[in-house]
């Protein structure tokens, strides 16, 4: 089996421990050459994000952790608890979990309000209840139609919310947005951020949506060919240049925020990180002054300059300090990690540039931000 192992330490109580080799034979994806071999601890809490090719095991691995998928050798231990292992294996119907597929599969028979309520018959404990979901994901006014009544987007949300009222220890997100058009897609993203800041639970989130990972993830976990190729921490993941092409095309930084201000003349709002502040355009339904936030910021909207002398269209300039100028020559660019105040930046730029600013590792110069994009 693949020894990949995140370098984040976690307690066996507070860990996904995934060791499984598995030869699917249900997967139409995969050929009868396909193996899943994983063997990776994530954390016991938070959104875990897996992304990858389709073909590459991502709905093979939720299936084998839901018991959907005969494992040949391993072992499968949620927040110290054992659901397989040489000795047992639990049952499907036994394995205290929440699935989400791309198609919201509800009950056709049954009012919206019908499934949750049967979903809520079989909850794993009462610490999720009807009265605090529903509200959650406003489906006060749904609760007497049929499915065949509702957006696909309403589908979705009563999907999350009957996997929620099951009150599961692990919840199973596989593409939960991905048959939904782009308008839909954005109607239920803020939910999905809603059950990332309760959830008391693990969250494994399969996605190709590189805007999904940024919004929701504290981890990403990419899966090549059934194998683990990276995994670590999201917020660091994005910044490194051994990813995936479509994922390094969009290589940037996320940062931790507070708005701190709004500027209704400018439709502007300024954002506190340890580096600094930033501004960014006010948009509706963004958030109270106070409310913690993300920010992207991607390496191809990062210009350097040596002073702040020259007079510039860009708001966002902020001090800072060359940590790392990785050349890639075959593509003529560099890639230049920055250190501001602490936190991390990035700017792609081409290499004669490097050249014509003489760039070295513990310069000081000054990071100009074409545009920060609010996760919200």
């Known amino acids: 089996m693949s020894q990949y192992a995140s370098r984040s330490s976690h307690s066996l109580e507070n860990t996904l421990r995934l060791k499984l080799l598995a030869i699917p034979g249900v997967d139409p994806k995969a050929d009868g050459s396909f193996v899943l071999d994983i063997d990776v601890c994530l954390p016991g809490r938070g959104v875990t994000a897996i992304y990858g090719a389709s073909g590459s095991g991502k709905t093979t691995l939720l299936r084998c952790i839901a018991g959907l998928e005969s494992v040949a050798v391993g072992e499968l231990t949620i927040n110290g608890d054992t659901w397989h292992n040489r000795q047992h294996s639990l049952p499907p119907h036994q394995r205290p979990i929440g699935y989400v597929f791309q198609e919201a599969s509800l009950f056709q028979h049954l009012t919206v309000e019908g499934n949750l309520r049967f979903a809520e018959k079989r909850a794993h404990g009462n610490e999720m209840q009807f009265d605090d979901i529903v509200p959650m994901m406003s489906l006060q006014s749904l609760l007497g139609r049929n499915p065949d009544q509702l957006s696909g987007g309403e589908r979705q949300r009563v999907a999350i919310a009957r996997a929620l009222l099951i009150n599961p220890n692990l919840l199973l997100l596989d593409e939960p947005l991905a048959a939904l058009d782009p308008k839909r897609r954005q109607d239920v993203l803020p939910y999905l ?21 940024t919004r929701l993830a504290d981890f990403l976990l990419v899966l090549e060919q059934g194998r683990v190729s990276v995994a670590g921490e999201m ?72 002073d702040t002398q020259s007079r510039s269209s860009i708001l966002n300039r902020l001090s800072a300090t060359v940590v790392m100028i990785n050349q890639q020559p075959a593509a003529a660019m560099a890639t230049v990690k920055l250190s501001v105040g602490g936190s991390l930046l990035l700017a792609s730029v081409a290499i004669p540039s490097v050249d014509e600013l003489s760039l070295r590792v513990g310069q000081q110069l000054i990071a100009q931000i074409k545009s920060v994009t609010l996760l919200h």
């Open 193 to 213: 951020e809603r059950i990332h800041r309760n959830a008391g639970f693990p969250v494994l989130y399969v996605t190709h949506s590189i805007e999904e990972v």
């Open 235 to 306: 917020i660091e993941m994005l910044s490194r240049s051994d990813l995936p092409l479509e994922i390094e095309e969009e290589m940037g930084v996320v940062l931790e925020g507070q708005i701190l201000s709004r500027e209704p003349r400018w439709q502007l709002i300024t954002v506190s990180f340890a580096g600094g502040e930033l501004q960014v355009r006010d948009r509706a339904g963004l958030g109270a002054v106070g409310e913690s936030v993300r920010l992207r910021v991607l390496a191809r909207d990062v210009s350097l300059a040596l």
